[in-house]
């Protein structure tokens, strides 16, 4: 959105520039971590994420919102926690005051996610596809809707509910939607282990999405 700036002259009113809106206008409601907790997919579980992404988003500035990971569980014998349940409703902006979703709908049918505009906590683009190194992989134990996996789609799809350095899998979304011929942000691939060398291996870091929730 841009403001026009005008001013008075004799009794009129003259347009004599546009300003781009300033990012303030929609505070930041999503990001791309700028680094993972430093474990592989061991993040401490769904609140030790969540206080990944609080943590981050206050050294940015952020102030009095409710932070979530997008990540999914796993429970034996029923479907686990949906990460589109944990993240509100939207809209949600970018660092740089950019729509990414309108709302829930918008998030997983047409979101404004692509590498110029998923940006991390400080606004800076995050490594993709044809960058060195790339670090594209972003942990959601995920479907391509957000839904958690339900308990007959067989392996272990959250690094034991983000619990594991070691043994597992975890399904990664590409923030740039580009790699493996698989455009999804949710849902791209499963990652070859969980461990921070596993996560690496495939175009990863151990990143997250975070959403405010509020």
């Not at 990460?83 to 509100?88: F, L, V």
Request: net charge neutral; glycine share 16%; with cysteine.
């Amino acid at each position: 959105m841009n403001i026009l700036k005008t001013m008075t002259c004799a009794g009129a009113l003259l347009v004599v520039g546009v300003l781009p809106a300033a990012a303030g206008d929609h505070p930041m409601g999503f990001f791309v971590t700028s680094a993972g907790p430093g474990q592989g997919a061991n993040l401490g579980g769904l609140a030790g994420a969540d206080a990944h992404c609080a943590k981050l988003a206050e050294a940015a500035g952020s102030k009095g919102r409710t932070w979530r990971a997008y990540l999914s569980t796993q429970v034996e014998g029923k479907r686990g926690i949906s990460a589109r349940d944990r993240i509100g409703q939207g809209p949600w902006y970018n660092a740089h005051g950019e729509l990414i979703a309108s709302d829930l709908d918008m998030l997983h049918l047409s979101p404004n996610i692509v590498k110029r505009t998923a940006v991390d906590e400080n606004g800076n683009r995050v490594n993709g596809r044809g960058d060195k190194p790339n670090r594209h992989d972003i942990l959601t134990g995920s479907k391509h809707d957000g839904t958690a996996y339900f308990p007959w789609e067989k392996g272990d799809h959250t690094c034991s509910n983000w619990t594991s350095s070691d043994k597992g899998s975890a399904s990664v979304g590409h923030h740039d939607r580009h790699g493996g011929g698989n455009t999804s942000w949710s849902s791209a691939h499963g990652s070859r282990g969980c461990s921070q060398e596993n996560l690496a291996s495939t175009g990863g870091a151990g990143l997250l999405y975070c959403f405010a929730a509020d």
